[in-house]
Structures are given as C-alpha cells and as structure tokens.
C-alpha cells in the first residue's frame, strides 16, 4: 500500500510537468505586454524603459529559458513575485489557500454524507415517489448552473427570508466556529449540491446493483434485518463506483469553487485566481493552475488509496 | 470601471495632483435636480464615541505605502492613515492640515515655503518634523524607487536634470559602458548631492522651503496634497528595498486612524488615532470589508451587515422606497465617460465625420435610461464641480437628419447594404469596451445601435481591463484595426491636462495635436492667477468640443448607501463621502 | 495509474449487448423507446431545437435591435408595431423571448459541436491507446491524466480572456468550441480505449486479424461500432456539460460576446435587475436548466438502456 502510494506519487510528477508546461505558455504566448500594465505610463516611457520593466518582471528572456528558470525556482518553492502586489506568490497563496481547503473539505464531507444518505434512501424505496423526487431534484442540480443558484439561493435565503448572511467568511470581530457556520451554509450547500446530486446517483444504482447480488440475498435469507444488510453487507460494495468518481469530481469541485467564492465573497484561491486573470498576474496564475492540479492529483491518490479501502478485491502492486 | 479609476489616477499623477483628490470623488452640486442633499436625520443628535463602521468594497487594497500604491482600493486606506500638509476641502479649495496655513509664495512663483504644526506625532509616538516631508520627497526621487510618482516631482529644482542623468547612466549601464556598481554610485551620488542642494530646505523643524526651476501652477497641489512618509520607519528601506518592506502591509503615519491588521481579500481594520492633532474620531474602528459582488454589496448593507455601500442605479428605488434602515446619498462625480476616437485612422480623421457621429448619439436618452436618470450628459473636458468649467461650449444634440448630411457630405455614401462607403471602403470598426462592467456593455450596445441606424458597421468587442489599456495604448504596434473605445476620466481639482491632450502627453493615445492647445496648456500651467487660468481652461474645453476627439458621454452620479445609525455632517466632497469621516458617530443600539 | 478504474469501470457496466445478434444500436433503442422520463427529455429536447432552429420564423422580434422605451418592459407587454413581447423586453428593451430562441442557436450549437469535437478527438486518440498498447498507450494516457487533473474553469477562462478579444467578429464561439473539444475528449478517450482493450481479446477481432484485415479497418468496421452505444451516453452528458461551460464564460462576459445573445450573456445582463425585471434572468435561466435537464434524464434513461441488469 505504501510503496503503491509512493508510486503513485513518482508518476504524478510528469503529469505536474505537464500542466506547468501548457499552463505556462497558454499564458506567455498570451497577446497583450504586461509590462505595459505595470509601468509608470505617466513618464513619456521609452522603449528602453518598457523594455526594463520586462526585465524586472522576468519577461526578456526566452520563452524556453523562463521556463527552465521557474521550474528551477518552482523545485524549492519560490513561484516568483506577483505582479500586481509586488509580493511573493507563495504568500498570497498560502493565505488563501486555508479558506478553499476548508470550504472544499466541509463541502465534501458534508456532500459526500448527504449523497449516502439520500442514496441509500432512493435505493430502498426504489421506483417510489421518493425515489422518483430524489432522482428530479439529482438531474436538476447536477444540470443546473452554479451561479445562477447560488443567485437564486442569495435571492431566497438572505434577501427575502433573511435567514443567512450575504457574504463573507465571518463577521468581523466573530470568528467562533457558529458565526463561521452560518457564513458557510449557503456556499457549502451549493458547491455539495452538484456532488450531492451526481453522487446520490451512483449511491443509488451501486447499491440497487449489489443488493440483486447473491450474497445479498443470502445474507436476507438468513433473517437478517434489513437495516443490517444494507450497512453491514451491501453498503461498502456499492460504494465502489462513488470512490471512483470521487477523484473524477476534483476538478470540478475546483472550478465550482471558484464561482461560488466570488458569488459568496470568500476569500479564497478561486477568487485570487479571477481577480489575477483581470490583472495579467502571470506568476500568480500559473501557480494557481499548478497548485490545484496538485490538489486534484493528491485527491485523486488518495481516492485510489480508498479502493482498497472500500474493495479489498484489489490488490496494490 | 475599477481599470478606469486606475487609469485616471494615473492620470491624476502626471497633472501633479494626489491620488485621493482624483479616485472616485464626489462633490455636491445643488444644481443636478437628481442631487440629494444630505438627509437631516444623519445631523440629529449629540456625538457619541464608540462603534464600528463596515464599509463593502468590491477590491482589495494593493499597497498601502502612500509613494508606491497604484489603485483606489488602497488610497481610501492611505488616506485615513496618513496626512499631507494640505487637503482640499468639500468645495475643492486648500486648507491646511499637517501646515499651520496655505504656503507663502515668494520669488515670482519660485520660492514655496510651508509652515508645519509642532504638535503632531506619528502613531507610535515619535515627533513629526519637517525632516519627514523631505524624506518623503526624497525618497521619491531615489535612483531605484519602485513607484510612479517620480515625474509629478520635476518642477523642483534640479530634478528634472536628476531623472535624466539617471536615464543616461541606466543607458550606459545597459550598453555596458559602466559596470552595475559603478553606474549604481553614479546615482547615488547624484541623488545625495541633489538632496544637500536648495531643492527642498528645512531650516528648522516645522519649516520646510520648496524651490521650483519654473513657474508651476498645479505646484499647490503637488507639493502640498502629498501624504507624509515617516522617516524614521522607512529611512533604511530608500530605492528598490521599499518595494518589499512591511512598512507596505503594515503602514504607520500620523493620520486620523491607525492601522491594525490586513486579512488580503477579506478585510482592512483601523482604529481611531487618540493622539490625532485634530482630535480623536468618534468612531472606535474603521473596517473595509471586501465584498467583491456589488449585488452582494448592497444585500449586506440592507441587512444591516455593512454601513456603507455603493448603490448601482438600478437600485436606486428600491434602497430609497423600501429599504427602512439605509440613508441614500446622491451627488455628481468628477468623471466622465466618452467614446475615444483613434484619431490615427483614416475614419475619423475628417471633423466633420466625427461630428457626424456625436450627433447620431441621444445623450440625453443614455442618462435617461442607462444611468436611470442619475448623470447628467458631458460634452467637453471639464467637470460642472470644479472652477474652470465652460457650459457654453459646442453641444452635438441628439440629430440623425444632421448626421447623414454630414457623412454624405463627407464623401461617405450608403452602399446597398445599407452601410456606408468611401473609395470602396466601407465604414466599419471595431468598439472596445470593458465588458466587466454593465454600463459599458449596455453603452456599447446602444452606440452600436445608433450607428448602424445612420449606416455605420460596429462590431463590438468586450474585453478585459488589460486588453483595453493594451489595444488602446499608442504605442502598440498591433494597433492597425480602426476602433473607438469607451473609457473614462477622473478628474481632480487640478484641470492640467497635458498629459492628454498636448501632441506627446503620455496618455495622448488617439494621436490628438492642436498647436492653440499645446500653447494654452503651457500658458495654463505657468499662470497662478485663478481668474487668468480659469480663462484658458474655458478656452481649452470649448477648442476641444469643436474638435470632438471623444464623443463625450456622460458624468455619471456616485450613488452611496449609508446606515441610518451612521450620523454626523455627512455630504459627498472632493475628498469622497468620507473625507470628514473623524465628525462622524455611530448611534448605539437602543 | 488508472488500472484501478478501468476494472471497476468494466466491472460496474458489462455491456453484453455485443453477444446478441441483433445491431447493439437497435436493441438500444427498443429498450429506450420504453423508458418515459427519456421519451419526455426526447420531445422537449426536439421542441427546444425546433424553436432554436425556426427562430426567425418563431418570432417578428430582431433580437439585436435596441428600443429604450420598452426597457424593463414586463411580460406581455405590446410594443409599439402590436406585438406582443411573451417574455418581456430586457435591460436595452429587446424581447426576451426572442433572444432566448436566438440564445438557444448558439448555446446549442457550442454545445453539440463541442462534445462533437470532444468525442471524435477522444474516440480516435482512446482507439489509437487501447489498439496499439504499448509506449503508444502510456504516453496518450499520461497526457489524458495531465488534463483530468486540470482544473478546467480556470484555464478556460485564461484562455477566452486573453485568446477572446483576437478572433474576429462572431468568432468566439468557435473559439470556445474547440477549447472545449480540447479539453473535454478524456473521458471518451478512456471509455474507447477501456472498451477497445476488452473487445481485442474477443473472437471477431482475432477472426478479422487472422483474416488479414488492417489496423485501420479492424477498429472503423469492427470495433468502433461496438462501442457506439456507451459514447451516445456520454455525448448527451457531455453535450449538456458544454453547453454549462459556454453558459459559465459568457456569464462571467470572456465567452459569448453581446449584443449576440446566448444563455450565460443574457443571465449576466440580467442578473443586476432582478429586483427591476426578474424576467430578464429568469427565462434563459429557466430554458437553460430545461435543456440540460432534459439532456441529463435522457443520458441516464440511454445508460439504464445499455444496462442489461436494470432491465424491469
């Protein structure tokens, strides 16, 4: 398992260098001289002066030369100097990162449990009208765009029945975990909704699918209650195919962040990322792009690790 | 819009004038029949001390080192921590602030003496003198300062030839004439014999003369609306090092709040200054909360989560009808928006065609129906809040018969499709705009409109604030395409505008060149008298509404929720809603 | 390393639809032709398309043309030449109704092309890995773990920001078209190449191997007909995961560019006035949602279709 894990990890490395690699030149080759938007515009500059703003920004060199040298930095974990701020990547990063770790963690658990739950709840009642409410509201969330609910639920929620806060993380000055909570229910709930609804779906078939399976009906045949069945017995199987699509739903759990952090006033890695495309922040964007893709990689391991976990048919080697 | 803002504070600089006084200021105007006055209820009652005012904004802060910060977001920090020697007052006039009066001008114009106050401390205790103020100067004219202010300081004597001879050097250095650390002595041995000589004296403590090379008009301005640096904090961190010192994150000066913490992205706290020479505000803390959704914004300030908030037009009603617990304040700001005519290309080179196309545009419906009444349309280079303003100039009114006329004219004639042509070229180009925000997407869709009615082919292109500066900018080299773009100016109680319209202002990017102009604005620049330059300046708006180089749109009105608990003599200034913020109270709960 | 998945993929869905004798595809769908929530999404999905398609003879409105006076107007509202705008007039007075049906057209033509890019990018290159094995097959699904793993919204928004404002007029819609297609062809890459990998070890390939047939014809006339049934499911899932994509960048103003209307664009002009006129946000809002719902019930009735196991 360890040494599998370890593997895995090794492999990842060429997919990271792969990303940084498209990441950087879809941003390099980019029109528009951010030299110019980082330069006092204000002195008449000559073409000697735009051209030593490049230089202080890092973009005289070659292309293939800038990458060598940021990898090389990246390694000991320098990613440069934000152009906007004036301040190491790093630092802006890791002071937004906390907030999106938190919010996708909470978002997972708390999507993860609620799709088991409902899952489970589908699959028993199979083909009843409980079932048939859970599987519209599924396909709905899981199609419905995430701005435009998390608009409607701002609209609903705050505005109208004014239950929740609009925005932010906490109030200021009032940071127990309460005040904290009710900032983070509405953007919990919609960035889990899509989750919820996709993985209710598979909670449902996965467990459908097992309980057909012989040894369900065998461990019924033995008297067992049915409560007992489906944790005991059936529950860790039909798990399987949500572990797999677990990983999968990385990326989109990034993406979806970076809406709902914007439309929620989050301060996390999602909005630094919008705000640094507007400003051309070209560190900063690369960085982000690398660091969420090790997040998914991470995320993805960790989900392989979890096959195990949930079907010890598979053996790691 | 918050690039234009930036946009204009760049500009703001360059006219020699503080950023503050140039951001998104507010005046009243008693004229615009949409103008609130300041509501009575906020006046009511007896200060009281104490309380915490939220303020929603939709950016961050960037820098709050008040020589290296470029953007609004931070000047509305910098401006509660620091303070210049003067500032201008509600009615844009100067009144002293960290001076014991306005300047004594000897010398035909030449000799600028300022008298500081002996009781000011900086906010951890340390005696401000008149050493500070010319550190500040200094330091801006350091060989390897970071910032953008250095070219607002060249009146001073000498500094003109300082900033060249650092060019010469950083030239050879780069030729490889002189080696890096020879080059870099070089300069500082430039810097330190300019800053021994009679630019700038402090004779004693609370004295501090200014001596010019020539007559400067905005010099008042520019010498004197400048926000004090301590020297004491900062004087080991001169040049490149500034660049990323804490003093940036964790700013400390002598102003009416002082700084407590910065949580990027989140929120900015201060609190009240006891110590403040013109005694301590009412309000205990001051909190900028980053709310980057403006409708996020306003569903704060209703709940009563936020004390302040911007109001977007649309909202306008709702927030003075429905809303119980919000005091709206209107007033008619210093910008205003225009169509920018790329005078570069053969389409709009002919005055005539560029009337043409300012009379096919209703100004009047855009202010009715985009801005929802609450503008008013613009028509030259000039604000109705500031002193020089011409009303009388050439006003295209909304005229479409007029506007064919003058393209067939022109030589442009309308083809089959119904799209004009000239020697086989049809009339056709591109419509730039910054796409992140509403108006001018709205805006841009309305102007397409109108000319395609008088048969003219718009394509509109949204794009983001970078790609504007960049495709806007004279000097890229990409710019072939025809194009107009829509941005805006923000103006500040200085009305030099060199930089925009004399034939190599830096922010001349439409290839604008009129002699009278560049006369009228050197003449403005060297005359002190106010009524004298009042003149020129009326002159200068009324050339360049004949000349149309922008289409001038509109100036659209700031439109500002305030908690009704916040009370005081609040009214819109110059300075912003807040300049007199330290009078302000909040009402406890009951 | 994606070996883990692949068994549970196989595993989960077997499709054994190969074993009879009948065309996969007709068996597919008899069995979907009795699956009613599918049959439903079928015919919205057809009446979404027809307006789409008949837009211009649907309504009288241009959908570009601007008319202040009818700014905010509600709906049901008679503009000025008697017609009636259903849907209301939006924020520069068009009718809503009508740029939702022209919205429609480019919304559902990004959509369809995309995952059309998506699928022929995917099932060559997944036909290519699983026929061919070897350094072949690691590297195409190295590179398919590099863009899995990329967060997508964040570079698609990089790349329509600064790649956008170039394309010439009209042209963004292509652009997004085959940026999606460039990063949406993974997952039929996988299912092809999954599908390939179990289907080469079967009789018919090895029969056609030994017969002498070329690589080429084995997986055109053999193997990719096959696999036909499960990449319908996943184009209907993918279909509407692009058309959300192109609703995402135009709402946040790098995708469709105004004044052409497309769902995301007109949910964005929309969104400030909801207090003033919720029907500007509304009505897109609420077609979008139909079509991609409509989208998702037939993907899943398609895949229970497929599914020999869930058969009532």
């Known amino acids: 398992m360890g040494r599998y894990i370890l593997r895995r990890i090794l492999q990842s490395i060429p997919v990271l260098f792969g990303i940084s690699l498209i990441t950087f030149l879809i941003v390099n080759t980019a029109p528009g001289d951010p030299a110019l938007l980082y330069m006092d515009r204000s002195s008449n500059p000559t073409p000697e002066d735009i051209q030593e703003v490049r230089r202080e920004l890092g973009l005289d060199k070659p292309l293939p030369v800038r990458y060598v040298e940021w990898v090389g930095r990246a390694m000991v974990g320098d990613f440069g100097t934000s152009f906007k701020d004036k301040r190491p990547v790093i630092d802006r990063i890791s002071e937004t990162l906390p907030y999106s770790i938190k919010l996708s963690v909470i978002s997972i658990l708390f999507g993860y449990v609620t799709a088991i739950l409902l899952g489970i709840l589908a699959a028993v009642k199979a083909n009843s009208w409980i079932d048939y409410i859970i599987s519209f509201f599924s396909a709905l969330f899981v199609s419905a765009p995430v701005f435009w609910v998390a608009l409607m639920a701002i609209l609903v929620f705050s505005v109208k029945l004014d239950l929740l806060p609009t925005s932010g993380w906490s109030d200021y000055g009032n940071e127990s975990i309460w005040n904290v909570a009710r900032h983070l229910i509405l953007p919990v709930t919609i960035l889990a909704l899509r989750d919820i609804a996709g993985m209710s779906r598979y909670v449902r078939s996965g467990l459908l699918e097992v309980l057909r399976q012989d040894y369900v009906r065998t461990a019924r045949s033995k008297g067992l209650q049915e409560r007992v069945v489906i944790f005991k017995h059936a529950l860790r199987n039909s798990l399987i195919p949500v572990v797999t699509v677990m990983g999968l739903s990385l990326p989109a759990l990034v993406g979806g962040a970076v809406l709902t952090e914007t439309v929620f006033g989050l301060p996390g890695m999602g909005r630094l990322a919008v705000g640094s495309i507007a400003n051309r922040d070209y560190p900063m964007l690369i960085a982000i792009n690398l660091l969420s893709a090790v997040m998914v990689v991470l995320g993805n391991i960790l989900a392989d690790a979890a096959y195990g976990w949930v079907d010890p048919r598979i053996r790691y080697n | 819009m918050k690039r234009h803002l930036k946009l204009a504070l760049v500009f703001c600089l360059t006219a020699g004038l503080l950023l503050s006084a140039c951001s998104k200021k507010p005046t009243n105007n008693p004229t615009t029949p949409t103008d609130s006055t300041t509501p009575p209820a906020t006046q009511q009652g007896q200060p009281v001390k104490g309380g915490t005012y939220t303020v929603a904004s939709t950016g961050d802060a960037s820098n709050l080192n008040p020589i290296l910060y470029q953007d609004t977001g931070s000047a509305a920090i910098i401006d509660k921590v620091f303070d210049s020697m003067l500032v201008r007052n509600e009615k844009l006039e100067f009144v002293p602030r960290l001076a014991t009066e306005l300047p004594k001008v000897e010398n035909n114009g030449l000799k600028w003496t300022f008298k500081l106050r002996n009781d000011v401390t900086w906010q951890d205790g340390v005696k401000f003198t008149s050493k500070d103020v010319k550190f500040t100067f200094t330091a801006i004219l350091h060989p390897t300062y970071t910032g953008v202010r250095a070219s607002g300081l060249t009146s001073l004597k000498g500094a003109q030839a300082l900033r060249s001879g650092y060019s010469a050097v950083k030239a050879d250095i780069a030729d490889k004439k002189v080696t890096q650390e020879e080059g870099e002595k070089k300069m500082m041995d430039a810097w330190n014999a300019w800053v021994a000589s009679d630019a700038i004296q402090t004779p004693d403590e609370y004295t501090v003369i200014f001596n ?379 | 390393m994606a070996e883990p998945a692949k068994k549970i993929e196989q595993q989960k869905v077997d499709y054994s639809v190969t074993k009879s004798v009948e065309s996969p595809l007709r068996i597919f769908w008899k069995r979907l032709r009795t699956h009613k929530p599918s049959m439903f999404s079928l015919v919205i999905l057809f009446v979404i398309l027809l307006l789409a398609v008949l837009a211009p003879y649907v309504t009288v409105f241009d959908p570009e043309k601007v008319d202040l006076s009818l700014k905010f107007a509600p709906p049901f509202t008679r503009s000025a030449d008697g017609h009636i705008m259903l849907f209301g007039g939006d924020n520069l007075g068009r009718d809503v109704f009508t740029r939702a049906w022209y919205g429609a057209r480019v919304s559902l033509m990004v959509g369809f092309l995309a995952e059309g890019l998506g699928i022929v990018l995917g099932a060559i290159l997944g036909a290519i890995s699983g026929y061919y094995g070897g350094w072949i097959d690691t590297l195409l699904m190295r590179i398919v773990d590099i863009f899995l793993s990329i967060p997508t919204l964040i570079l698609l928004i990089t790349v329509m920001a600064v790649y956008g404002p170039l394309v010439p007029k009209g042209g963004e819609k292509y652009l997004i078209v085959v940026v999606l297609g460039i990063l949406g062809w993974q997952g039929t890459a996988r299912l092809v190449r999954g599908e390939i990998l179990s289907l080469k070890e079967r009789d018919f390939v090895e029969a056609a191997k030994g017969l002498g047939a070329r690589d080429r014809r084995i997986i055109f006339r053999h193997i990719l007909p096959n696999v036909m049934a499960p990449i319908i499911v996943s184009v209907t899932l993918g279909v509407s995961g692009a058309i959300l994509s192109e609703a995402s960048l135009s709402y946040l103003g790098v995708g469709i560019q105004p004044p052409v209307p497309s769902w995301g664009n007109m949910i964005q002009s929309g969104q400030n006035y909801l207090r003033n006129a919720w029907w500007i946000t509304a009505f897109p809002g609420a077609v979008l949602c139909l079509t991609t719902l409509a989208l998702y019930m037939l993907g899943d009735g398609l895949r229970e279709a497929l599914d020999p196991r869930l058969k009532k």
């Open chain 2, 212 to 590: 010019l090379d020539k007559v400067f008009a905005p010099a008042m301005s520019n010498l004197g609306t400048r926000w004090i640096i301590p020297e004491h904090k900062l004087k080991d961190q001169l040049g490149a090092k500034m660049k990323d010192s804490e003093f940036n994150r964790a700013p400390l000066g002598t102003g009416r709040f002082s700084f407590v913490e910065w949580k990027p992205g989140e929120r900015i706290v201060l609190k009240a200054n006891d110590k403040w020479f013109g005694g301590r505000p009412n309000i205990n803390e001051y909190v900028l909360k980053i709310v980057p959704d403006a409708n996020t914004a306003m569903a704060a300030l209703e709940k009563g989560e936020v004390d302040e908030a911007a109001i977007e037009f649309e909202n306008f009603d709702h927030f003075k009808g429905n809303v119980q617990n919000v005091n709206v304040i209107e007033w008619q700001g210093l910008s205003y928006q225009q169509l920018t005519l790329d005078l570069q290309n053969d389409f709009f080179k002919d005055v005539n065609v560029r009337h043409a196309l300012a009379y096919a545009i209703n100004k009047d419906n855009l202010v009715k129906n985009l801005l929802m009444g609450h503008g008013a349309a613009a028509w030259s280079h000039g604000t109705p809040q500031r002193w020089d303003y011409n009303p009388d100039v050439f006003k295209p009114a909304y005229n479409k018969a007029k506007a064919e006329e003058l393209l067939d004219a022109a030589g442009w004639k309308k083809g089959a499709d119904g799209i004009r042509a000239k020697d086989g070229k049809k009339f056709a180009f591109d419509l730039i705009f910054v796409n992140s925000s509403k108006l001018y997407t709205e805006a841009a869709q309305v102007v397409q409109s109108e000319w395609k009615a008088i048969g003219i082919d718009v394509n509109l292109k949204g794009v983001d604030d970078a790609t504007l500066l960049d495709l806007s900018d004279a000097g890229n080299p990409d710019r072939k395409q025809p194009a107009v773009y829509i941005y805006g100016w923000s103006l500040g109680g200085e009305p030099d505008s060199t930089s925009i319209w004399t034939c190599e202002g830096s922010f001349n990017d439409i290839g604008y060149c009129n002699p009278k102009i560049e006369e009228l604005m050197t003449k403005g620049k060297e005359t002190v008298d106010q009524a004298e330059r009042t003149k020129i300046y009326k002159e200068i708006q009324g050339i360049l509404a004949q000349d149309q180089p922008y289409i001038w749109l509109w100036f659209a009105n700031d439109i500002v929720g305030l908690n009704k608990r916040v009370k005081g003599p609040i009214a819109g200034g110059p300075q912003g809603l807040d300049w007199n913020i330290e009078k302000w109270w909040i009402e406890p709960a009951k």
